[in-house]
């Protein structure tokens, strides 16, 4: 299994704080606390219908915590019921080794030396798996490389292959299963050079091809021994890369294998019906979480927000009137988030670079196949940002102005505590937008200390140095969390999305010898199998409809409009922002005559 990260130091939390007046300044307000603020009385786990909202379907992570596949034997024919989405849960006991290469930070990860080959015959590949090779690159001591075949290992790990020769040590044998964190690597990243499609039908045919002696009887016992390994390993793509199998293709291939189990062993042909049926729910799961986050969009699309006059815009219902608790507020924003990260699939992270490596690339497939959960996450950040920005600018009283800002001050800060780093980056967002930061006769009526210490923990200088010490204290208190809530981390993901990005972009994906450089594919894999440690917690909190169908479906004003409310909140100050009022008056009527 790839190791997690080993991080260092303590997440130093918020101190929890009731809102008052007088914005006393807890002590240390970065000081944990001892124990989470209760939830209010008022809170029910009353959840949406699914016409009404996206997060009322059976929750995936909620499957995926059943136990991870077992070591499947030709003896013993055991399976599990499910497997874990993430495999790799579990920390490794020994960290990554870092070591000086042309691609910075790089980790190894610990693989088994093999020397490889692409022939399909059963004698020469397991001569390729032996131990006798395994022991002959430990000789070569730390710091060495060594080559077998067309792989190549330094201490120990696995750097560059051929393709070939990486789709041959994903096939297992009767004495040979690729290890987990090989195959959730190469799983991931191989659509960086080839099709899932095609990968899937190559390992399906190799490992078939491999047991073929000429003898029809001695053929069937030996597909009998591997059947539940190939089971084991169609079992961990379907689990933890299930939308790849939306693809029309690669479920006929999975019933054509089906099919051939069938033929020689019963308990892998029922290990593969219940596989199956465990894809097509979780495929369900997804074609209805769309379509609601489709119609939900489409509810707030329907009353677009205009500029009302200052009397009808005093008498719209804000987020107060909706809730006046900070704590619940950030509760019920940690379940959007969390609802909305469960359903990205790990592999859009690589397909949202593929898409422009001409690399064996198969464009149709990935103009197909779009990240559109890893967009509409994304979307939500942008939807938060603006909310607060219109919440902000749409009461006509400065007075009501400051309070709203001091109340998503008080959000934010809970959503630190939480750990919900998202959401608390999409409020102070909004909250530095131009239409928001203008209005300073409403910010001289605000205490911003609470607000600057929020701002210095999500701070980008340094690359975001002090948000990404935070986001590893996070992570320790996760890992060693005694309760549920301890457990949430909800990374700031556009961040997250740059970093896979310049890893991507700042490492060549095959090397001068035409191997794939798969140092890189290692660090991939580390950063996506973190994402899938955070996004399989269960958010602890009550829902509360109410809340949630405000936050997802109320309107909020484009950009355009919220400076044309600023200025009506508080009056240009110079000519330049009294030309830009005209302008917008004048586009926005147009706009609104023309519709």
């Not at 379907?57 to 399976?79: F, G, M, W």
């Not at 899932?196 to 597909?223: N, W």
Request: hydrophobic fraction near 35%; glycine fraction near 4%.
């Amino acid at each position: 299994m790839p190791p997690t990260t080993p991080y260092a130091g303590k997440f130093s939390s918020c101190t929890s704080y009731i809102n008052n007046n007088n914005h006393a300044q807890p002590h240390s307000p970065y000081r944990c606390s001892t124990a989470p603020k209760p939830a209010k009385e008022n809170i029910y786990n009353g959840a949406y219908s699914v016409a009404e909202n996206p997060y009322d379907i059976p929750q995936p992570h909620s499957s995926y915590r059943s136990s991870s596949v077992s070591s499947v034997t030709a003896k013993e024919h055991h399976y599990s019921s499910g497997v874990s989405e993430n495999p790799y849960s579990s920390p490794q006991p020994c960290s990554p080794r870092q070591h000086s290469t042309s691609c910075p930070g790089r980790a190894y990860r610990h693989t088994t030396p093999t020397a490889t080959t692409t022939s399909s015959g059963s004698g020469s590949e397991q001569s390729c798996r032996n131990n006798t090779a395994a022991a002959k690159a430990r000789l070569y001591g730390h710091g060495i490389t060594a080559s077998y075949g067309e792989m190549c290992y330094h201490d120990n790990s696995l750097v560059s292959a051929s393709l070939e020769a990486l789709i041959q040590h994903l096939v297992p044998t009767v004495d040979y299963y690729p290890d987990r964190s090989y195959v959730f690597t190469f799983l991931l990243s191989s659509r960086l050079f080839l099709h899932p499609y095609e990968l899937m039908t190559r390992v399906c045919h190799l490992c078939v091809e491999q047991q073929r002696s000429g003898d029809a009887l001695l053929d069937k016992i030996r597909f009998r021994e591997v059947a539940p390994k190939l089971v084991q390993l169609l079992t961990e793509w379907t689990e933890t890369f299930p939308y790849d199998f939306r693809d029309e293709r690669m479920m006929r291939c999975l019933k054509d294998m089906t099919h051939h189990v069938a033929r020689g062993d019963e308990y892998s042909w029922r290990a593969m019906q219940q596989m199956t049926q465990r894809l097509i729910k979780r495929l369900s799961a997804l074609g209805q979480y769309e379509e609601a986050v489709a119609a939900l969009n489409a509810v707030a699309a329907e009353r677009p927000a205009s500029l009302k006059s200052k009397q009808a815009s005093g008498q719209r219902s804000d987020v107060l009137s909706v809730c006046d608790d900070p704590f619940v507020l950030a509760q019920q924003l940690t379940h959007i988030e969390l609802d909305r990260l469960s359903f990205i699939g790990p592999e859009e992270f690589i397909q949202t670079f593929a898409m422009k490596d001409p690399l064996e690339n198969h464009k149709g497939f990935f103009r197909k196949r779009k990240t559109s959960n890893l967009e509409a996450y994304v979307s939500w950040f942008n939807r938060l940002s603006y909310l607060v920005a219109t919440e902000i600018c749409m009461p006509v009283k400065k007075k009501h102005r400051a309070r709203i800002i001091e109340f998503f001050i008080d959000v934010a800060q809970e959503c630190f505590n939480i750990g919900n780093f998202n959401s608390l980056m999409a409020i102070i967002t909004g909250m530095n937008m131009s239409p928001v930061s203008r209005l300073r006769k409403t910010w001289s009526k605000v205490n911003t200390d609470k607000f600057e210490i929020l701002e210095h923990q999500m701070d980008p200088s340094s690359n975001f140095s002090n948000y990404r010490t935070a986001l590893r204290g996070a992570t320790q208190r996760s890992e060693t969390a005694h309760s549920s809530q301890e457990k949430i981390v909800i990374p700031f993901f556009s961040l997250l999305i740059k970093d896979i990005y310049f890893l991507n972009e700042g490492c060549a994906s095959r090397l001068t010898n035409g191997h794939i450089n798969f140092e890189k594919l290692w660090e991939l894999a580390k950063q996506v199998s973190e994402f899938l440690v955070w996004r399989q917690v269960i958010c602890p909190f009550d829902r509360d409809r109410r809340i949630l169908q405000y936050l997802v479906t109320t309107p909020v004003f484009s950009e355009d409009e919220l400076h044309l409310a600023s200025y009506e909140s508080e009056g240009p100050e110079n000519n330049m922002e009294k030309d830009s009022r005209r302008s917008l008056r004048s586009s926005l009527l147009h706009r609104e005559n023309r519709s």
